[in-house]
Structures are given as structure tokens and as C-alpha cells.
Nanobody
Framework: QVQLVESGGGLVQAGGSLRLSCVASERPFNNRAMGWFRQAPGKEREFVAG????????FYADSVQGRFTISRDNAKNTAYLQMNSLEPEDTAVYYC????????????????WGQGTQVTVSS
């Protein structure tokens, strides 16, 4: 199973920006997409964004559309999540995931997970 390591979380004021990174130990044949999820205290883990390794096509949750940008660097086996115009409601632990379908938001389509990185947005 592919190993995923996130970095880049932290504390930021509302309106600020952060960039998260996720390095994959390998790109197995059956993992064609990378994605980001988040989980706030007391809430379910929710899909944020997904990207296709091959084409770079992207898909976003409505809540982050226009503020967040997911991208990937194939040569570095790394996915990124650029987060702009952050809001206190974006506060959560952010998880990187690997799967087969970049536009599938349900957790069942994602088979490898990172350990998570905390993002806190103060008002």
C-alpha cells in the first residue's frame, strides 16, 4: 500500500493562505488519483478536492470551489492543495488520499491515507 506524508498545515488568520503538500512513496498502477479530505471536530471526514495523476483534471467540493486549488507534480510523486481566502470554517485536520477516481467524493473510492495535518484558521 502506498505511503502518504502530508505537510504544510498551521495556524493562519481568516483571509490568509496555506499550501499543503503530500508526498507518495510510489505510484502504484491502481492509484490513478490523489485527493484531499478534511475532518473537523465532531464532524464526518469530507471530500475537499481530487486530481488525476495522468491528465491533471480536478474536482472540488462546492464549499472550496474558487478558493482552493489542487495540483500534482508527477516527477516528485507529490500533490498540493493551495488554500486561499481561508475561513474559520476551514479549520480541520486535512488528510491526503490515493485512489482510482479523482471525481469520486465517497471515502470508499480512496484506499490509502496519510496521517493528517492540522489547519487552524482564526477569526
Amino acid at each position: 500500500q502506498v505511503q502518504l506524508v502530508e505537510s504544510g498545515g498551521g495556524l493562519v488568520q481568516a483571509g490568509g493562505s496555506l499550501r499543503l503538500s503530500c508526498v507518495a512513496s510510489e505510484r502504484p498502477f491502481n492509484n490513478r488519483a490523489m485527493g484531499w479530505f478534511r475532518q473537523a471536530p465532531g464532524k464526518e471526514r469530507e471530500f475537499v478536492a481530487g486530481v488525476s495523476w495522468r491528465s491533471g483534471a480536478t474536482f472540488y467540493a462546492d464549499s472550496v470551489q474558487g478558493r482552493f486549488t489542487i495540483s500534482r507534480d508527477n516527477a516528485k510523486n507529490t500533490a498540493y492543495l493551495q488554500m486561499n481566502s481561508l475561513e474559520p470554517e476551514d479549520t480541520a485536520v486535512y488528510y491526503c488520499a490515493a485512489g482510482n477516481f479523482y471525481a469520486k467524493s465517497a471515502r470508499e473510492f480512496w484506499n490509502s491515507w496519510g496521517q493528517g495535518t492540522q489547519v487552524t484558521v482564526s477569526s
